[in-house]
T-cell receptor
Framework: TQLLEQSPQFLSIQEGENLTVYCNSS?????LQWYRQEPGEGPVLLVT?????EVKKLKRLTFQFGDARKDSSLHITAAQPGDTGLYLC????????FGQGTELSVKP | KAGVTQTPRYLIKTRGQQVTLSCSPI?????VSWYQQTPGQGLQFLFE???????NKGNFPGRFSGRQFSNSRSEMNVSTLELGDSALYLC?????????????FGQGTRLTVV
């Protein structure tokens, strides 16, 4: 069974701080996606990474796919209250397999 | 372009009843998947449909079933509801024959079983 473990589960930080969320597995994934979900809404796709070692940037968000395609990270620079939400990683295991999510709270 | 539409948004049912949830994918999308989201278990895969065929099924009991129509709209049914079925049920659609190409999620149906 393919599993994705995210850490930390909860993160509460002050505006302006940096943070990193990790997504790890013992399985290899052909691609990995990151989503952000706000309360009462469905997840929204942020990025898809497909190549081992790939780094993608989306404004203040930096996504990295591990060389072995078993892990990924999301780094947010200078977090803002608008970044608050549930961040989910999902791997392509024939179907989308989701991590448990990281609940991020950014306080003004 | 309209997004993925799920109806109803909220539902309260009694144990033992059955429920049908509906999902209209983005126009042109032929792949539809369903997920159950709970605080304790996160997003759990239920099933995936493409061109009216179930391509993949998660580890849920037979009380959970689904189908897809020729216009790609999908429904899922849960029979003999249990308290533990209370969850947010999410539908996602994709243009390709695999959901993993890029999944667009609906807002979900919040099911409460009392």
């Amino acid at each position: 069974t393919q599993l994705l473990e995210q850490s930390p589960q909860f993160l509460s930080i002050q505006e302006g701080e940096n943070l990193t969320v990790y997504c790890n597995s013992s399985s290899v994934f052909s691609s990995l996606q990151w989503y952000r979900q706000e309360p009462g809404e469905g997840p929204v796709l942020l990025v898809t990474v497909v190549t081992g070692g790939e780094v993608k940037k989306l404004k203040r968000l930096t996504f990295q796919f591990g060389d072995a395609r078993k892990d990924s990270s999301l780094h947010i620079t200078a977090a803002q209250p608008g970044d608050t939400g549930l961040y989910l990683c999902a791997g392509d295991g024939g179907k989308l397999i989701f991590g448990q999510g990281t609940e991020l709270s950014v306080k003004p | 372009k309209a997004g993925v539409t799920q109806t109803p948004r909220y539902l309260i049912k009694t144990r033992g009843q059955q429920v049908t949830l509906s999902c209209s994918p983005i126009s042109g999308h032929r792949s539809v998947s369903w997920y159950q989201q709970t605080p304790g278990q996160g997003l759990q895969f239920l099933f995936e449909y493409f061109s009216e065929t179930q391509r993949n099924k998660g580890n849920f009991p037979g009380r959970f079933s689904g189908r897809q129509f020729s216009n790609s709209r999908s429904e899922m049914n849960v029979s003999t509801l249990e308290l533990g079925d209370s969850a947010l049920y999410l539908c996602a659609s994709s243009w390709g024959d695999r959901l993993v190409t890029e999944a667009f999620f609906g807002q979900g149906t919040r099911l409460t079983v009392v």
